[in-house]
C-alpha cells in the first residue's frame, strides 16, 4: 500500500505492539513515535533489530523513516517496527522481496503469551504435587 510515488506505507507486528511505518527517500534518518531512534530505543539489540532490514539490503541512509508504535513491551516494539520496515521496502521496491524473504524479515512472528489456566499459578508452572 504506497501513499503516492516516493512515500511508501506498512504495518508491522509482533506480540501485543503494532507499528505504522512511513517510507520516503532521504539521508537515513529514523524517528520512533517524535523521538530520535537512538533515544526510543535504549538497548543497542534493539536497535540492531529495527536496522537489520536496512543492513540485509545494505540501504541504510538511502531512506527516511517514520513510524509510531503502540502497544507491547520495548521488545515487541521493535520487532513490529521491524516488520513494518521490511513491508514498506518491499512496497517501495518488489526487488527487495526476495532477499528480505530469505532473511525472515517479511514473516510475522506469531508468538504470543500464553494465557494463565485456572488452578495453576501460571500459564505452564503447576502447584508443587504432594502424594501424601
Same mark, same amino acid.
Request: aromatic share 8%.
Given at each position: 500500500? @504506497? ?23 532521504? @539521508?537515513? %534518518?529514523?524517528? /520512533?513515535?517524535?523521538? !530520535? ?7 543497542? !539489540?534493539?536497535?540492531?533489530? /529495527?536496522?537489520?532490514? *536496512?543492513?540485509?539490503?545494505? %540501504? ?7 513510524? !509510531? ?16 520496515? @521490511? ?11 526476495? =532477499?528480505?524473504?530469505?532473511?525472515? *524479515? ?6 504470543? /503469551? ?6 495453576? =499459578? ?7 504435587? @504432594? %502424594?501424601?
Amino acid at each position: 500500500m @504506497s501513499a503516492d510515488s516516493n512515500r511508501f506505507y506498512a504495518t508491522g507486528r509482533r506480540k501485543e505492539a503494532v507499528a505504522r511505518v512511513w517510507l520516503t527517500a532521504g @539521508s537515513g %534518518k529514523i524517528t /520512533v513515535n517524535g523521538r !530520535t531512534f537512538e533515544d526510543f530505543f535504549s538497548a543497542e !539489540t534493539h536497535r540492531m533489530h /529495527v536496522s537489520q532490514p *536496512l543492513t540485509v539490503l545494505e %540501504k541504510a541512509t538511502d531512506y527516511d523513516i517514520v513510524c !509510531t508504535v503502540k502497544g507491547g513491551g520495548p521488545s515487541g516494539q521493535a520487532g513490529a517496527v521491524r516488520h513494518g520496515l @521490511s513491508r514498506a521496502l518491499v512496497n517501495s521496491d518488489e526487488d527487495f522481496r526476495k =532477499p528480505l524473504r530469505k532473511a525472515g *524479515l517479511l514473516t510475522r512472528d506469531a508468538r504470543e /503469551v500464553e494465557r494463565k489456566k485456572y488452578g495453576q =499459578p501460571g500459564a505452564r508452572k503447576q502447584f508443587q504435587f @504432594s %502424594k501424601r
